[in-house]
């Protein structure tokens, strides 16, 4: 999946030139880093929004078409309203081939009706990993299994296998850092409890 949006660059600045480009169905944006300058950009509403309801858009290289001229980017921050469905303001990083990015990936957990059937609760305690790794090794997101984990257990980071050229950020901090990602945990009452409730029924 590639995404592709068409910027102008946005001469107006202030609240009230924002204010006037929502109304006209298009969405402030800035575009940073590199060390290049700043631009600021306007995109149509309804492409950013069509784009944006896809978990990839946070997650992929982006092309931006400005003014004629091709950008690789990434989401850094989106700003939406707080309860209509409107993006009101976009961050976006350049990439450079060569060097490395942070970003915050999704996890996605994988057979977890498996682990329900062994009697316990699954908890998330992590949704995202954040990593570090060159734009050509960002991963859409994480995969976690958690076929194999037993009652009262729990996976954390170290026990997670990242994509090749692909770090994690809180691991890299040292000892400590090592913060759980999901748990089966015990059902309420315990086991021990719930083999009684059992064998009463019976």
């Known amino acids: ?49 069509q784009a944006q309801e896809d978990e ?3 997650t992929h290289i982006l092309t931006l078409n400005v003014d004629g001229e091709k950008h690789e980017a990434i989401v850094k921050d989106i700003q939406r309203h707080p309860f209509k469905n409107q993006v009101m303001h976009l961050d976006f990083q350049r990439v450079d081939a060569a060097h490395k990015i942070h970003k915050a990936i999704p996890i996605h ?28 090794n960002l991963p859409e997101f994480i995969e976690v299994d958690v076929a194999g984990l037993e009652v009262g257990q729990t996976l954390h980071l170290s026990d997670v296998t990242l994509p090749a050229g ?27 409890e719930d083999e009684a409730a059992e064998e009463a029924a019976e």
Do not use: W
């Open 1 to 49: 999946m590639s995404y592709e949006l068409d910027a102008s660059v946005r001469t107006e600045l202030g609240k009230g030139a924002s204010r006037r480009l929502r109304h006209a169905g298009q969405v402030p944006a800035v575009l940073y880093g590199s060390e290049k300058e700043a631009i600021s950009l306007t995109l149509a509403h309804n492409k950013v929004f």
């Open 56 to 58: 990839g858009f946070y």
């Open 109 to 136: 957990f994988l057979n977890e009706e498996v682990a329900a059937k062994k009697g316990g609760n699954i908890t998330h305690n992590a949704n995202e990993i954040a990593v570090t790794c060159l734009p050509a």
């Open 166 to 192: 692909v770090t994690s950020d809180e691991l890299a901090k040292g000892e400590g850092h090592d913060v759980a990602v999901v748990t089966l945990a015990a059902p309420k009452g315990g086991a021990a």
